[in-house]
């Protein structure tokens, strides 16, 4: 696919696209247009619905597609489709016919109106998603860092205990400071080693928060 406008970033309008399901959508579109008009031609002799049901195709095809370009050509390809297909003199451009420049501009209005507001509401959406994006990151450093904080300061009070009341510490009472620092590093290691494994498999988005549950900490899946 090839922006010649803008890259497409939140923020910014891609007036000029091309991609291959935009070429898909503006051909079916048309396509199926003008063969509804065909079909409608050989049982009415009026040809009152053709351009209402063009302007429906450039409708159609501006908000399926990104950008610009394929509402507006859609536009320009309808309007000389339905002089020279659907008008009379058939399979003859007659650009003196009654009323040509205004239903040229209507469609080519129809194009850019509804094509703008696509690109708007594209752009609103990916602002709201970069929104929860970021919310959910700034939280995931909020879990993270009590998750890490927690068990590192029950590991250095334990061991601070040992070293600093040596004498006035049991063997036993001991051995159950040494264990539970010894569990709370373990318990680190498999939580790095879980990070790590998390942003080998999917570095853009995290998914994994971690919570303390009772003297003990769990790994939870979180919103997505």
């Known amino acids: 696919m090839f922006d010649f406008h803008f890259r497409r970033t939140p923020g910014r309008r891609v007036y000029l696209r091309l991609y291959p399901a935009g070429w898909l959508i503006f051909l079916l579109t048309l396509g199926a247009a003008s063969l509804i008009c065909a079909l409608l031609q050989r049982i009415t002799s009026s040809d009152v619905h053709v351009p209402m049901i063009f302007v429906l195709a450039v409708l159609i095809v501006s908000l399926s597609t990104d950008g610009y370009f394929y509402g507006i050509l859609a536009a320009i390809v309808s309007v000389i489709g ?15 016919v009654y009323g040509y420049p205004l239903t040229f501009m209507t469609m080519l209005a129809v194009g850019f109106a509804s094509s703008t507001l696509a690109s708007r509401l594209r752009i609103q959406e990916q602002l709201r998603i970069e929104t929860e994006r970021e919310h959910m990151r700034a939280n995931l450093l909020r879990a993270l860092s009590h998750d890490l904080r927690t068990p590192l300061t029950s590991i250095s009070g334990s061991i601070t205990t040992v070293l600093d009341e040596d004498e006035a510490l049991s063997p036993s009472m001991k051995q159950e400071l ?32 971690f919570t303390e549950v009772g003297v003990g900490y769990r790994m939870v899946e979180g919103d997505s």
């Open 178 to 209: 040494l264990i539970g620092a010894k569990r709370d590093a373990e318990w680190l290691c498999r939580m790095v080693e879980n990070i790590r494994r998390k942003i080998e498999k999917n570095p853009a988005e995290p998914q994994y928060i």
């Open 82 to 96: 339905v002089n020279y297909a659907f008008t009379y003199p058939y399979m003859k451009l007659d650009f003196s």
